[in-house]
């Protein structure tokens, strides 16, 4: 029963770094353009993704108008 409950834990633990790894949230101040606002603000609470190319995205708010922004990073 010892290893059963030790396999849970480590695919319990997998989960949570794998998911944390694909949407972590970035401190530093990400500048992306608002086309609501037609210029260039500083995400509010940017996140991390991963596209399904595998390419990395931040993903935020417009801190005026509040629209969603995305920016395209780069490779991985």
Do not use: W
Not at 27 to 56: L, W
């Amino acid at each position: 029963m010892a290893s059963a409950d030790a396999c849970i834990a480590s695919v319990d633990d997998y989960l949570v770094r794998s998911f944390t790894k694909k949407h972590q949230t970035m401190a530093a101040t990400v500048e992306a353009y608002c086309v609501k606002c037609k210029a260039k603000r500083n995400m509010k609470d940017p996140k991390e993704n991963i596209m399904a190319n595998g390419r990395k995205a931040m993903k935020g708010t417009c801190p005026t108008c509040g629209t969603g922004m995305f920016k395209i990073m780069g490779k991985a």
